[in-house]
């Protein structure tokens, strides 16, 4: 059974560039979480997507942005990329259960954003 | 808004002593709780959740909780450290409500031979 997979796993840009971050979520699972891990911190969530929309945004600009796809993959978006966009970018998976639901993340091994 | 505190950003233990981290959480209403570990390099995997129910709450690797709500926290401990347990450790919280977890700022754990 194959876990939350991310792609590529490192990634070098120059400020101004555009990049896309593609996640495959754990088998069974049907909603994506992204989140932005900056060096020495926790995480910091960025949206999640379910049913091809997003379903919650965290304290990000619009510079970021995401898709789901029909098979439930998907992809993180960031325009304009400046020096502190510099971050481990983590993708975490799940299995909706209602709001309320006892829901768990399962992350994946994460993507490695270098901007200079 | 929910928030976590973990006190002490870095733990150094011997290999068989007693790992203890510690965890305070703020949210208007019981949030659902995890720890998570971060090996160097490496994505997260979750040691262990408490939801409802028994308030003890027994993960991986020998690790275990104690959800206690009149004191707001979620401690994690291990009775015996092994060079293994070298990693980073966040706590997190979800409001029931809610959809994105919010982690704590992590702890460092180093094992000393």
């Known amino acids: 059974d194959a876990g939350v997979t991310q792609s590529p796993t490192h990634l070098i840009k120059t400020r101004g560039q555009q990049v896309t971050l593609r996640c495959s979520p754990k088998?069974?699972?049907?909603?994506v979480s992204w989140y932005q891990q900056a060096l020495g911190q926790g995480p910091q969530f960025i949206f999640q997507?379910?049913?091809?929309?997003?379903?919650q945004r965290g304290n990000f600009p619009d510079r970021f942005s995401g898709h789901q796809f029909p098979n439930y993959s998907s992809e993180l978006n960031v325009n304009a990329l400046l020096l502190g966009d510099s971050a481990l970018y983590l993708c975490?998976?799940?299995?909706?259960?209602?709001?309320?639901?006892?829901?768990?993340?399962?992350f994946g091994p994460g993507t490695r954003l270098l901007v200079l | 808004a929910q928030s976590v505190t973990q006190l002490g950003s870095h733990v150094s233990v011997s290999e068989g002593a007693l790992v203890l981290l510690r965890c305070n959480y703020s949210?208007?209403?019981?949030?659902?709780l995890f720890w998570y570990v971060q090996y160097p390099n490496q994505g997260l995997q979750l040691l262990l959740k408490?939801?409802?129910?028994?308030?003890l709450v027994k993960g991986i690797n020998g690790f275990e909780a104690e959800f206690k709500k009149s004191e707001t926290s979620f401690h994690l401990t291990k009775p015996s450290a092994h060079m293994s347990d070298a990693a980073e450790y966040f706590c997190?919280?979800?409001?029931?409500?809610?959809?994105?977890?919010?982690f704590g700022a992590g702890t460092t754990v180093t094992v000393r031979a």
């Open positions: 975490a998976s799940s299995s909706f259960r209602g709001l309320a639901g006892e829901e768990t993340q399962y």
């Open positions: 088998s069974g699972h049907d909603t």
């Open positions: 997507y379910y049913e091809e929309e997003e379903r």
């Open positions: 949210s208007s209403v019981p949030p659902y």
């Open positions: 408490y939801t409802t129910g028994a308030t």
């Open positions: 997190a919280v979800r409001h029931p409500n809610d959809y994105k977890l919010s």
